[in-house]
């Protein structure tokens, strides 16, 4: 996937580029930054879950989900209790993806529209990639490496976002050049919830 990144980064951007990641993802940029700090400018870390690996934060995570659901939590358990159709399985991802907006009101018709079209979900590269953030985590120091990071940092993440806030807690102290922007009323996907405060903060950011 680094390697993707850098054919991306050739074809639009040249020597170095702003790299935003999200989730997962902002793991696999802040990975990258390290490793080539000299093709990085600027890193946007949103909501990801931060480098400590005695603090897990996927119990907390499990927790809120069930708390999120609410009424539709004995739904999403019996999708899970037994292997799926095709059409089971679109339903429950949209049922577990709605948790991840803070406004219940709109947040089914947010994940329906992550989920269309369906491709479905690949579990084991899922549990696969988790599994290798775990060990990374746990075998390197990643909190040292991050101290060493010479390019400045935002991590950005909504105050309603059901993995715990606190876990990110871990890089912001390691980082030496790093703001920290929470958004009020946004989830896990700040940019659908809260367009214009994210924007604003990614633009205010690259100008300084």
Known sequence: MRADLDAVR?????????????????????????????????????????????????????????????????????????????AEEHERAVLQWSVDFAEQGTALHHAERMAT????????????LNAEVKQELSNSDMAGRCQALDLPVLIICGTEDIRPRWAVDSLHH?????????????????????PRDFCRAVTDFLKQ
């Open 10 to 86: 050739d074809q639009v951007s040249g020597p170095r580029t702003a790299l935003l990641g999200h989730s997962w993802g902002a793991h696999l940029a802040l990975r990258y930054a390290i490793e080539h700090p000299e093709r990085v400018s600027h890193l946007i870390y949103v909501s990801g879950t931060g480098i400590d690996p005695d603090h897990g934060w996927h119990p907390h995570y499990k927790r809120n989900l069930r708390l999120r659901l609410g009424p539709q939590l004995d739904r999403w358990e019996a999708l899970s209790a037994h292997a799926r159709t095709p």
């Open 117 to 128: 079209p369906w491709l479905g979900i690949n579990h084991e590269c899922n549990q696969a």
């Open 174 to 194: 390691a980082l030496a050049n790093s703001r920290r922007v929470s958004l009020a009323g946004a989830g896990h996907l700040p940019w659908a919830e809260k």
